[in-house]
């Protein structure tokens, strides 16, 4: 069951164009946003469906693979572990972020 704890497992459309960063030594890390789509009958009868938006973070080869193969609009599926962050923003107000660190990726579709 311990490879159970704190995993995240999402397939979605990727919002924007991953942004890219490189630091010392070549560590490259992306940020992309994806959205995940569900649906539902609503009271009326009616098909609604329900979008999510998750901050994904990548580090090394899935980085690497995030970089060369990866665009707005493009399928994916990511496997990872969901983080909380929190800090101050210039107004001295405390800020939490949560994201999903990927490990994995399969890249879909199109």
């Known amino acids: 069951m311990n490879a159970m ?6 397939i979605g459309h990727v919002g924007q ?8 030594e070549g560590k490259k890390v992306a940020n992309i946003t994806l959205a995940t789509n569900d649906y539902y ?5 009616e098909k609604v469906e329900d979008t999510q938006w998750h901050k994904v973070k990548a580090w090394g ?8 193969y990866v665009v707005k609009g493009k399928e994916i599926a990511i496997e ?4 909380y962050t929190d800090y101050q923003d210039k107004d001295g107000i405390k800020r939490y972020v949560t994201e999903v660190v990927a490990n994995d990726i399969l890249l879909l579709g199109k």
Do not use: S
């Open 5 to 10: 704890k704190n995993t995240v497992q999402l």
């Open 17 to 24: 164009e991953p942004e890219i960063k490189t630091f010392g």
């Open 41 to 45: 009958i609503n009271a009326k009868g």
């Open 61 to 68: 080869k899935v980085a690497d693979i995030i970089e060369k």
């Open 80 to 83: 990872g572990k969901l983080t």
